[in-house]
């Protein structure tokens, strides 16, 4: 059975930085593409950031670019989300997705819980 399970989030100082992991498990990694989705209170979720499946190729919303970075180790079944440089904007329930395919394509196959992350003073 697939599952995703996001951790790190937290309350964090503008300007600060913290680290998302998603633990995967139920399925081979290295097959997919990963995502980090984001929603903001009383917003709709939006695509953050996505990995292929060899950790290749990236994209990110151009809110995020300079600040985030997506990364992956297939070994360890994990996906991760370096977040520099945080906007109070940032603040959301972040969540983990496996994509359909091994590229981003956009389609999310399941999703994590979510994370939050507070970005305040």
């Known amino acids: 059975q697939l599952q995703l399970v996001e951790s790190g989030g937290g309350l964090v100082q503008p300007g600060g930085s913290t680290t998302l992991s998603c633990t995967t498990s139920?399925?081979?990694?290295?097959?997919?593409?990963m995502g980090w989705f984001r929603q903001a209170p009383g917003k709709e979720r939006e695509g953050v950031s996505c990995i292929s499946s060899s950790g290749d190729s990236t994209n990110y919303t151009e809110s995020v670019k300079d600040r985030f970075t997506i990364s992956r180790d297939n070994a360890k079944n994990m996906v991760y989300l370096q977040m520099n440089s945080l906007k109070v904007e940032d603040t959301a329930v972040y969540y983990c997705?496996?994509?359909?395919?091994?590229?981003?394509?956009?389609?999310?196959?399941?999703w994590g819980p979510g994370t939050a992350v507070t970005v305040s003073s």
């Open positions: 139920g399925f081979t990694l290295e097959y997919y593409a």
């Open positions: 997705a496996s994509d359909r395919s091994y590229y981003c394509s956009g389609y999310v196959r399941d």
